[in-house]
């Protein structure tokens, strides 16, 4: 299943990286931690959001070593589909 991301939440807010992001909200209204995304998309969960552009650029999970796991968007050729172009809450 796709979960759609609608909103990020940063620490600190107007962050401008992506592994602040602390929790996101889904168009079903659920709030989610990072680190639950994080953990849903490594057993086999799937979440986009859905640009400016129209696109729905995918999300994936990063494990960093030192550091904890985080989310970004999947890389492609567009450099505006990020999910902190999201609004915040």
Known sequence: MAYEIVKV????????HESDITKVKLANYEELSAADVVDNID????YYFTAKNGRKPEVESVHPT????YIRTKANDVTSD???SLDRF
């Open 66 to 69: 030192g550091r904890d796991p």
């Open 43 to 46: 057993e086999g969960s799937a």
């Open 9 to 16: 939440h940063t620490e600190p807010y107007n962050s401008e």
């Open 82 to 84: 990020n999910l902190l």
